[in-house]
């Protein structure tokens, strides 16, 4: 089969086995620890997405995609509801009364956002419902005053279902102060647990009895929470659905409420992807070290070559051929590592945890008690092209250099 000269040259000088071993071993080197570069980059990036997957499932599971709220108190939410629901992007709606208040019990108080929820709808825009560790969402009967609270909240109160608290909201007043505090008793009906902060800084209770701490009549409540079929796209679909409903409403999505963790999420995977990088970089430089060894080693063979008639260009392309060859080979083997791992790191954690008897990521300490991991072959895709890019640009100089040996002076003392 037919190859050119510069590939067949560069990928025998690649296979052969050198006299001088240590450039044998320089060479080995670059390889070993573009390979590593390339596993650790894949595996890291993996884990990061698995952790953003875990977060975006548990977080935005629980707080709106986007809500659409009245300038005042909605009468009918059910026509708001059919009518946001024509957007071919929204699945599902629920009615949603927020209150910011003060759970207070035993002389214990902490901050606490009220969700006002109807149980029957509140199922189809979030996993509530399937996030609970004691109660139902349907133990939350109009009148009653019953609440729902995180798994943080019950312990940091020591409450379990049966037990009573008492919010306290603010409520604006003629007096001079302006605001007065409002309370209401409430009863714990249920516990949730999503392993987020959510645990703690939220709690539900039925829409009629929300309406009632906000002195409204039963049916009213203040808005329509939706879920979306693409959840990053709330910022234009919420767009989209005020557009078209009015002045009279006014919408938000969960970037205005969580933006600001997700934004920090990934702002993280690429400050780490880019130190990661200088792992493969270090590598990479090596190869230049590799190349530059070999050309001093090779400046008889270049010399004859040339007296051949093997033009500058044909020789750099050998060392540039061979250099690709150890990058290459090295990218090659630390994505195959790097996907395997990515696959199965999971199992692993989890069969170090069963061998030692030690939980590494205990549930009592964090929210996530697996390591999880979610590989995109978009995110392999880029660690190749960047790694490949850096192999080849660490063989022009040692191959220009390469090109720029004279027969004469190279066979002076040969």
Known sequence: MFRPLSVYIGSRYTRAKRRNHFISFISLTSLIGLALG???????????????????????????????????????????????????????????????????????????????????????????????????????????????????????????????????????????????????????????????????????????????????????????????????RAPQVAEQLLASLGDAYRAEDWSHTQGSLFSAMKMEKTMIGVLLMLIVAVAAFNIIATLIMVVADKRADIAILRTLGATPRQIMAIFMVQGSLIGFSGTLIGIVLGVLGALNVSGLVGWLERVTGQHIFSSDVYFISTLPSELRWEDVAIVALVTLSLSFLATLYPAWRAAQTQPAEALRYE
């Open 38 to 232: 390339v596993l650790a980059m894949i595996l890291v990036l993996s884990v990061m997405n698995g952790f953003q997957r875990e977060m975006s499932s548990r977080i935005l599971g629980m707080v709106p995609h986007a809500t659409v709220f009245g300038t005042q108190p909605l009468d009918d939410w059910r026509a708001l509801r059919q009518r946001l629901q024509i957007h071919p992007e929204v699945l599902a709606g629920a009615p949603l009364t927020q209150l910011e208040g003060m759970l207070s019990y035993k002389g214990s108080m902490q901050p606490i956002q009220v969700n006002g929820i109807e149980p029957q709808a509140e199922a189809g825009v979030s996993i509530a419902a399937t996030r609970m560790v004691a109660g139902r969402l349907d133990d939350l009967k109009p009148g009653e005053f019953g609440v729902i609270i995180g798994m943080i909240t019950a312990r940091r109160f020591g409450l379990s279902v049966g037990d009573k608290l008492t919010l306290i909201v603010p409520e604006v007043s003629s007096t001079p102060g302006g605001i007065t505090p409002r309370m209401q008793r409430l009863n714990v009906v249920g516990v949730f647990k999503v392993g987020a902060d959510l645990d703690g800084s939220l709690a539900m209770i039925h829409r009629s009895d929300a309406a009632q701490i906000q002195r409204w009549q039963p049916e009213q409540v203040q808005g329509v929470r939706v879920k979306l079929v693409d959840l990053y």
